[in-house]
């Protein structure tokens, strides 16, 4: 059974960083794509990032881009992603997830991926 475990969200002053974690067991995590979305109260689930399986590319929401990384330790099964500069817009709930074998795969659709963390909480304090 696939378990997605995601670590390392908090509450934080706006400019301040965070790294989030996600731990993946069950599937081999080398053959797939993983990425970061997150939700905010209210609103829908949105894509963050994503990383290739062996980091080679990587894929931003533009509202991110230059302020998170994504990367990957696959001998962890682990993703993180790091985040800087962080604004009061960025509070949410941050979900990994892992790319489903099947269907079309888009990096930024939600229904690209099949399995998903149950998310960590990230505030971001003005």
């Known amino acids: 059974q696939v378990q997605l475990v995601e670590t390392g969200g908090g509450l934080v002053q706006a400019g301040g960083s965070l790294r989030l974690s996600c731990a993946a067991s069950?599937?081999?995590?080398?053959?797939?794509?993983m990425a970061w979305f997150r939700q905010a109260p209210g609103k829908e689930r949105e894509f963050v990032a994503a990383?290739?399986?062996?980091?080679?590319?990587?894929y931003y929401a533009d509202s991110v881009k230059g302020r998170f990384t994504i990367s990957r330790d696959n001998a962890k099964n682990t993703v993180y992603l790091q985040m800087n500069s962080l604004k009061p817009e960025d509070t949410a709930v941050y979900y990994c997830a892992m790319e489903s074998p099947f269907g079309t795969y888009y990096y930024s659709k939600l229904t690209s991926y099949d399995y998903w963390g149950q998310g960590t909480q990230v505030t971001v304090s003005s």
């Open positions: 069950g599937r081999t995590f080398t053959n797939y794509i």
């Open positions: 990383i290739t399986w062996n980091g080679g590319s990587t």
